[in-house]
């Protein structure tokens, strides 16, 4: 299970949505020499809340349920180049660079909640909006800061995979911030017999190379793999308590070398 939270820590280095663009004229463009393409400058800026809907529960508890993912924001800027080529026999790559010097994200408070039948959108966004102002937090929104982000993606059927991942350099991710009581991660315990948390004043997860990750949808599912990628990794969980915030702190942990290469996670539903 660490594995797979480490591995979708950076993975999620990849902003998706909330992009608010900067036009740019015709002479910025004709200043590029000697290059064809579609060059573009970003704010990002954006909010939002989630809802991943379950219809029919699991064994044992049937009713559905959803996880809420509630006031998730991104703010930053990036540069994109997106340009397409082929070769003589045919077909063709769209190849798309960005680079975001810092993201800085606040997660949003991550629960879960009551879902619906599944059969009308309509109840199932009015749905979302009522259970986001009703449940109880499992992990409190933390404030996540990813530097250094530069990629390239290429898609298309030259394109060996649907996405493949080429970085210049690793990346290093910041959640929490051990100088802000405010601003810690937070695992709470909701369950019958809990009622207390696991803090972490500070995460730190360096030296994140994304380079080599490929991603594809076969016809049985989202396939990831590492491949070389996300090799020597190093983390540091720094003022650890568990009960409340006023617990006493067990003091920091550090893991150095983690190597998460040649991993494969399929994605699928059941």
Do not use: C, R, W
């Amino acid at each position: 299970m660490f594995k797979k939270l480490a591995l979708v820590t950076a993975i999620a280095a990849l902003p998706v949505s909330g992009f608010a663009m900067e036009a740019l004229e015709d002479s910025a463009l004709s200043d590029v020499t000697g290059q064809d393409g579609i060059s573009l400058s970003i704010d990002i800026n954006s909010t939002l809340t989630l809802g991943i809907e379950d219809t029919d529960g699991f064994t044992g508890n049937l009713n559905s349920g959803m996880i809420i993912i509630d006031g998730m924001s991104m703010v930053g800027t990036a540069a994109i180049e997106i340009d397409s080529a082929s070769t003589a026999t045919g077909g063709g790559v769209i190849q798309i660079g960005v680079t975001i010097p810092t993201l800085t994200i606040q997660t949003g408070d991550i629960g879960v909640g009551l879902g619906t039948d599944g059969t009308s959108a309509t109840a199932g966004i009015a749905n979302l909006v009522t259970e986001a102002a009703a449940v109880a937090p499992i992990i409190d929104s933390v404030g996540v800061t990813l530097t250094g982000v530069s990629l390239t993606l290429q898609v298309g059927n030259e394109a060996t995979n649907l996405v493949s991942l080429a970085t210049s350099a690793p990346v290093d991710i910041q959640i929490g911030n051990i100088l802000d009581a405010n601003d810690n991660f937070t695992l709470n315990d909701l369950s019958a017999n809990g009622g207390g948390s696991l803090i972490v004043n500070e995460l730190a997860v360096n030296n994140v190379d994304l380079n080599g990750i490929t991603i594809d949808v076969t016809t049985g599912g989202l396939v990831i793999n590492t491949n070389g990628a996300l090799v020597g990794m190093d983390i540091a969980a720094m003022g650890v308590k568990m009960g409340t915030a006023a617990s006493a702190s067990i003091g920091n942990v550090y893991v150095t070398g983690l190597d998460l290469s040649n991993q494969t996670i399929t994605v699928t539903g059941h």
